[in-house]
C-alpha cells in the first residue's frame, strides 16, 4: 500500500524496456507488468522503447502513455 501511494503522488510514471540488441529479440514479446499498476493510479504515463517492442505497439495501439521509441538526445 506504502508503494502505490508513493506512485499516486508522482507527477509522472516511467516504464523503460531496453534499447540493447542483445535484450531487443526478448522485449519483442515483453510487457513490463508494473504498468498495470501504474495504469491504477491515474498519474501521468512515459514509456520508453524500442519501436519494434510489442510494448511500444501496445502503447501506440492504446495511447495510454506519452512513448519515447528512440535512444536519439538530440
Known amino acids: 500500500e506504502q508503494v502505490r501511494s508513493l506512485q499516486a503522488s508522482a507527477s509522472v510514471l516511467v ?3 531496453s534499447f540493447e540488441w542483445i535484450v531487443e529479440v ?3 514479446t515483453a ?4 504498468v498495470v499498476e501504474y495504469m491504477t493510479t491515474g498519474v501521468p504515463m512515459l514509456a520508453h ?3 519494434g517492442s510489442y510494448f511500444a505497439s501496445h502503447v501506440r495501439k492504446h ?5 519515447s521509441e528512440t535512444t ?3
Open 15 to 17: 516504464a523503460v524496456m
Open 26 to 28: 526478448l522485449c519483442q
Open 31 to 34: 510487457f513490463p507488468t508494473k
Open 49 to 51: 522503447a524500442p519501436p
Open 63 to 67: 495511447g495510454y502513455a506519452l512513448l
Open 72 to 74: 536519439d538526445l538530440g
